[in-house]
């Protein structure tokens, strides 16, 4: 079969009342997250996006996987010809809020809500190909709901992973925290986005069973 003809993981634009949009559809049980980014930058080749370089997509919020920080590891590596734990990183580069026994491991921010990552003067990244999960998903085009909730489940249970692996690492348990209450996800083990398959991620009705369009 020739896999680049037919690919585990595709985008599939859609018109809406507001513009084009997109869904994806997952085709294969082996498919991986590194297919699912990959059909991701697709989505550029579909619709053409001219960036403009506001940087609004890298403020706020910007949670975690524990893949990403091997990523950041690699890229700061790059960047100041320095290595860096996965501690150093956590105290360096990463946020941990703790509240009522959830625990969220955000990328920090500077004093505007803006990444510190990004270049001031241009809105660049200053670790583009090295970025996390959140970033390489984000686009500003509407998306289906199975599309976001995909999206959200992969960022959560990566997330639940770095979590887990903080927690080890911790020699004391924050207040309302317990271990058991983060056992290891798909995630746990693996180093690359191409280890982490998406049918121990999401549920069957996620899958497309043939290359047919999905319905709406």
Sequence with gaps: MNMAAHPKVKIRPYL??????FDVEIFSREATVADYLEALENVNKHFS???EGCGECCRGRLPLTLIDIFLLQEGLKGLTGKDFTLEDILERYCQVKVWRGAVDILLRTDAEGYCLFLYP??????????????????????????????REQ?????????????????????????????????????????????????????????QEPASK
Aim: glycine share 6%.
């Design 16 to 21: 809406t009342k507001n513009g084009w949009g």
């Design 49 to 51: 996006l001219p960036c």
């Design 121 to 150: 003067s241009h809105r660049r990244c200053l670790l583009y190909p090295y970025r996390p999960l959140v970033c390489r998903t984000y686009y500003c085009l509407p998306q289906t709901r199975r599309a976001r909730l995909l």
């Design 154 to 210: 992969i960022i959560n249970k990566g997330e639940d992973e770095l979590v887990r692996v903080w927690l080890e690492l911790c020699p004391y348990l924050p207040q309302g925290v317990e271990r058991q209450d983060w056992p290891p996800t798909p995630f746990a083990g693996c180093t690359g986005y191409h280890q982490v398959k998406l049918n121990k991620i999401v549920p069957p009705e996620f899958f497309t069973p043939s």
